[in-house]
């Protein structure tokens, strides 16, 4: 989700948000889908193409937060 809405306020294709990441579309196109994770390289990179980096990582840990505690009642 934070990758969709990194590439739409930049207004970009995934093929050039993956060029901008250094990774292939195809690649890309998982991270949106959720199949596959980001590399720490592809996140610092994603990082960089914020307006507000230390905003973006605060929504990065409330997301990862509600990720952690939902997972943690389902186990």
């Not at 905003?55 to 009642?73: D, G």
Request: with cysteine; glycine share 2%; net charge negative.
């Amino acid at each position: 989700m934070l990758a969709i809405q990194t590439r739409a306020k930049h207004n970009l294709s995934q093929r050039e948000m993956g060029e901008r990441l250094y990774i292939s579309e195809s690649s890309y196109s998982d991270i949106e889908r959720g199949v596959s994770h980001c590399s720490a390289t592809t996140a610092a990179l994603l990082l960089e193409m914020q307006d507000d980096p230390k905003a973006f990582l605060q929504m990065v840990r409330e997301k990862y937060t509600q990720w952690y505690e939902t997972e943690m009642r389902t186990a």
